[in-house]
């Protein structure tokens, strides 16, 4: 049976399963009267967010911002206080709003505020008024308190941060650099980069539920956004009212983030025909970006130029930082999220010609800002205890190496959370099937980050909470991303009408 179809088969048959700067304040949040709309736990008093105008760069028109105070630790609610960036766009058509959408970020690391920026038009138009728009950025993102481990900038970089084995496969200066990435944040992160928690990004929303005055939210959460909204459906059945899950990842609480950088080596392998068929189609002759001259010949010729880059890097546009083995699978692993193949089918180009200077990708072109590689290791460090043993990484990186060239092992590799300080502040929380029926899943066949076999994973644990869309395409993220109109118009349906499908289904190309 072909490909597709057996996957097309496994969505339909779980169908029959029972399934950025610091705002840190100190002074309390004013009190506001609530209005039946929405409750407070005992003991606390609601925030009131002082909308303003949003400033920038690439606002909307009518997009408003304000800061959202949140207590830094749950536990101490009248303690210190941090500040969330929070955004809106309020329905424009008052006689068809039905509620308020939360739209929740990818990540960890993903910015609420540049995500409505960029989708909110669409969105809107989308949904005709049904919902005023809202998000925010997670703690230590953008415009939300953000912390600093204070690391070295070639320690900022994402082929090191993500771990890319040596060119022959070795780990040691991977384990070298993760445990000194994690002593680092222990000595400048404080308890701020401690409080970075998927556990706490829930509780900050249903904060910003209580500000906003509602009851109950709907949501559309894309990527690790799924497991955030997973989680808050878990934890807060009572307050969701229409959930869409887009491009979810396997919820298993023993693994969490380390079962998800694990599987895209499978995710890559998923994808990467497109881009092959992609590179070798006829069209590309007139941009000279055409690859090879059938599909099959494109991964063995990056697979070669990648090992030939590994022995001999290439000085690069950026002075001082070569283009690698490394970088080039990154480069890679990047452009497979979306369309836009033609950056590293330059790359490769520019690579098996002597004389050219290889224009390095903007993900591999420098570090990262030390608040960003601070939220993007250690939610993942926090949210979960991760194994301590060198040589299993080793192993394991050995294995994957074998199996997934692709990845070159780095989704098994060892990371700076084997050598974290603080052991996990309180267990993942288990995705069940309890709850309301009042989830939609849609996730596309062939996502390099969260592959469809994890999402089948999200959608076994949901049991009739939830349906699954399954839409033939490749990338990452799939709603008013993938341009499939049956993907589109059935999440639409579902937050305009709250009619979902019957039982999973398939949408073809």
Avoid at 86 to 91: A, G, N
Avoid at 236 to 262: E, K, Y
Avoid at 276 to 284: E, F, G, L, N, V
Wanted: some cysteine; hydrophobic content about 40%; proline content about 8%.
């Amino acid at each position: 049976m072909p490909t597709h179809r057996r996957r097309k088969a496994a969505a339909v048959a779980l169908s029959t399963v029972a399934v950025a700067a610091a705002l840190t304040g100190t002074a309390a949040p004013r009190a506001t009267a609530l209005t039946g709309a929405a409750e407070a736990p005992a003991g606390t008093t609601v925030p009131v967010l002082d909308w303003k105008d949003c400033t920038h760069e690439g606002a909307l028109p009518g997009q408003q911002c304000a800061t959202l105070p949140v207590p830094l630790d749950y536990r101490d609610p009248g303690g210190r206080r941090l500040g969330l960036a929070v955004t809106r766009l309020r329905s424009d058509r008052p006689q068809a709003r039905r509620g308020t959408l939360l739209v929740i970020p990818g990540g960890p690391g993903g910015s609420g505020v540049k995500r409505l920026t960029s989708k909110g038009l669409d969105l809107a138009r989308e949904l005709a008024g049904a919902y005023d728009l809202v998000s925010l950025d997670p703690r230590g993102v953008g415009g939300s308190t953000t912390a600093s481990c204070g690391l070295a900038e070639e320690d900022r970089h994402l082929v090191t941060l993500r771990s890319w084995p040596g060119p022959d496969g070795s780990t040691a200066e991977n384990a070298t650099r993760s445990r000194r990435v994690a002593e680092a944040c222990a000595a400048h992160g404080g308890p701020e980069l401690r409080s970075f928690t998927t556990a706490n990004e829930v509780r900050d929303i249903d904060r910003l539920r209580q500000a906003l005055g509602e009851r109950k939210l709907s949501a559309w959460g894309t990527s690790y956004g799924t497991y955030v909204g997973a989680v808050y459906a878990q934890r807060f059945p009572q307050h969701t009212d229409r959930w869409v899950l887009d491009s979810s990842g396997d919820p298993d609480p023993s693994r969490v983030a380390r079962g998800w950088l694990a599987n895209m080596s499978v995710g890559a392998d998923d994808r990467f025909p497109d881009f092959a068929a992609w590179a070798a189609d006829p069209a590309r002759d007139a941009d000279n970006l055409r690859l090879a001259a059938r599909p099959e010949d494109v991964r063995p010729l990056v697979l070669e130029v990648a090992a030939r880059l590994d022995r001999e890097p290439r000085p690069s546009n950026v002075p001082g930082v070569p283009l690698t083995g490394a970088r080039l699978l990154q480069a890679l692993q990047t452009s497979l999220y979306g369309n836009s193949f033609a950056p590293v089918a330059r790359l490769l180009r520019a690579a098996q010609d002597p004389a050219a200077v290889p224009v390095l990708t903007p993900d591999v072109s420098g570090p990262m800002p030390d608040a960003d590689a601070a939220v993007t290791v250690g939610v993942v460090c926090n949210d979960v205890s991760w194994p301590k043993d060198a040589a299993a990484y080793e192993r394991a990186v050995a294995a994957d190496r074998s199996a997934h060239p692709l990845t070159a092992g780095m989704p098994a590799n060892i990371t700076p959370c084997a050598f974290w300080k603080d052991r996990p502040a309180e267990q993942p929380t288990r995705i069940t099937s309890n709850g309301p029926s009042n989830v939609l899943m849609i996730q596309n066949l062939r996502d390099p980050s969260t592959p469809y076999a994890g999402a089948l994973k999200m959608r076994e644990a949901l049991g009739a909470r939830a349906r699954l869309v399954t839409v033939d395409a490749g990338g990452h993220g799939s709603y008013l991303g993938t341009g499939n109109a049956c993907g589109d118009r059935a999440v639409t349906r579902f937050l305009t009408t709250g009619q979902r499908p019957r039982a999973d289904t398939y949408c073809g190309r």
